[in-house]
């Protein structure tokens, strides 16, 4: 069994990660990670929270690692903002928020609603037998690990095309 005290011990770290509020690329993790305008102007976003994974991490049997290439803060997951626990930036968050966070992120797929960007995958891998098991995406069986916790604005590929992103 999976010890998930470990897990939200690192995770209570990940989502208060602010490591990236200082880069001013507005189409990178600046727009998620510090948000948009202040909260008084008609274009307020909220910072978000890092997304570790889509599924449950804990007990699915098959993990996909991924690189989620855009931010799309329409998606519950993706676009969860530090308001919605009553704090205005990540490193407020408290243990409580930590275990929610956690509980949504693992909860993803249950919900049978998803980003279209996981349609593919899910159409390909949804009922893939792991020995005399046949593995689903709303039973928990598969998780997809974004190997990115920070979305950004725009593609990763377009990123990683470049001279900073080939370092990276």
Known sequence: MVDVWSFLQFYSKLYRCEDCKEIQNPDGVHYFVNGKGTPDSPEYLPPTIPVSHFGDIVN????????????????????????????????????????????????YFRKGKWHCFFSPLVKLLDGIRLGQQTLSFQSGDICFVDAIKCPTKSSWVSFVMNTQGKVV
Do not use: H, M, Y
Request: include cysteine; charged fraction near 25%.
């Open 60 to 107: 699915s049997k098959f993990w996909v690692v991924t690189t989620n290439p855009k931010g799309d803060r329409s998606d519950p997951l993706v676009g969860l903002n530090v308001l919605k626990f009553g704090v205005n930036n990540r490193a407020e968050l408290k243990e409580s928020d930590i275990k929610s966070i956690f509980e949504t992120q693992c909860n």
